[in-house]
């Protein structure tokens, strides 16, 4: 998810990009993606008279240039803040856990924690889950950056705030349920030269430890944060009022 980028050292999958303005290059550019020219879309926004406004007000002029594009991208995704999850409310003494969360965080804390670690979810770092590969699909993950072999296969811990709301699962989309991803560890790790050592024995659970660990990453969704008008679809070309900037 694009929330709570502002603590990311490194940015995608394979940690390709270190800067959070240089970030929106990769899906305006790639081809997979938008597949678009930083001069084409400059001319798209140039043509739209809502847009020149907006850069108006943000900006002083209604100059439009990838400058200014790439640093408005970086302050929007660096808005996107989720830390009001009923998992940040118990924590602040505000709510308690149902009897399921409760177990599921106690479990969360002793077989998940080492590489999703709290508050974030994640510990940034990059690692190889054990994850069949699927023929003719050349995945390298974090060697794509690195060039280093010991890298085949890793990609980074993503967070799990909101992950009940964030299907399908895996880096390649490849699990559509949550209670898929939490069967996959429990006993479908693939081995590998580069799987991560914690993972060497997969993460044995029971049927009632499934249900209770799921029960707690729901904890984890952050409605006001999903349901925050400010981050409406942009369609809707909503116009900021002068006086609020």
Known sequence: GLWNLAWQKELHLDGGINHIEVQPLAPITAPNEMAETLENLMRKLDDDTSYKRMFRLAFGTDEVNSQRLLKALAQFTGSLVSADSKYDRYKKGVV????????????FKAKCASCHAEPLFTDLSYRNIGLPEYPGVHDKGR??????????????VPSLRNVSETPPYMHDGRIASLRGCLEHYNSRI????????LLKDGIHLSRYQVIDLEAFLRTLTDTSFIKNPRFADPERKIIFSPDKH
């Open 190 to 197: 693939i081995q590998s030269p580069t799987l991560d050592p």
């Open 96 to 107: 308690e856990f149902t009897p399921y969360e409760q177990r599921g965080y106690e479990l």
């Open 143 to 156: 060697m794509t950056v690195t060039a280093d072999v010991s890298d085949s296969l890793k990609f980074k």
